[in-house]
């Protein structure tokens, strides 16, 4: 496979992924900031779903206050930002567009009538709270649906495994981001862990990696932030879970390493931090401290993705 078909199949998924994150970052802040103020409190929710993304310094450059109006329409349709949902599903087609016949019909119809339904609704605006939900939606059934026909309808080859890659590369990435977010900014420092803040701010991140139900089959008691932290990062059984995110990375890494017989720099390094998640425990992680494990993860998360590029993708 040419090295720029599998940087084009990488960075689709990576884009697909992340334009979902997002409809899900915006739609668990819209449920937090929708409850009384007594719940909320003084935090602004908004501040933290501009962390969560990453994209807090380039928004202030733009904007003076984060309120509800200016974050959603800045990750969700700013050509101004690179990782608006907009600029992620246009990026999107125009990788999928280059590696036309190395997708099938199915991924194709899925990415280009998204973009399609996308001029109409960026057109028309999201006035209210039922267009924006609407929207929102759209955006999640978007990623699944692209998810599930790449899952049933490729080939089980090269440019199937480079796909993966950026799929759970993205993935992991998200999941860290924003488990860093409520343990180090988001809860205030006068709120006590447990407390009805506390319980909506942990409730909105599970929801915003489809990890509700999952939390209350796995656990079964209320939220804990030791047990969503557990099960976040180091629960195998949880598609999102950084654990289960680097088994998929290990197996797709080593299948290609097969495919063109050898190994190299990024099959060990996923394999490092896949046996570093693995030998973790919760205790150790939080006498460590689960801020700095986290910002640890990204920062090797992020050279993983470097070593790919070398590797594969240049």
Known sequence: MLSRTAENLYWLARYVERAEYLARTIDATLRVTALPAAYIGKTNEWDSALLTAGVAASFYQ????ANEHNVVDYLSFSVDNPSSI???????RLNSRSVR????SEMWDTINSAWIELQEVWSKGTSTREDLAKFLRFVQETSLRFDGSAYRTMLRNDAYWF?????????????????DVKYHVLLPEEEHVGGPLDFYQWSSILRSVSALTAYHWVYRETLKPWLVADLLILNGTLPRSLASCYDNLVRNLDQIGVAYGRQGPAQRHARGIRNRLEHSNMNDIFQHGVHEFIQEFITDNSRLGEIITKQYLI
Not at 86 to 92: D, G
Not at 163 to 177: I, P, V
């Open 86 to 92: 907009r600029n992620c599903i246009e990026a999107a």
């Open 62 to 65: 733009k904007y003076e206050e």
């Open 101 to 104: 016949t190395a997708l099938t």
């Open 163 to 179: 796909s993966r890659l950026g799929l759970h590369l993205e993935r992991a990435d998200n999941t860290a981001r924003i488990l």
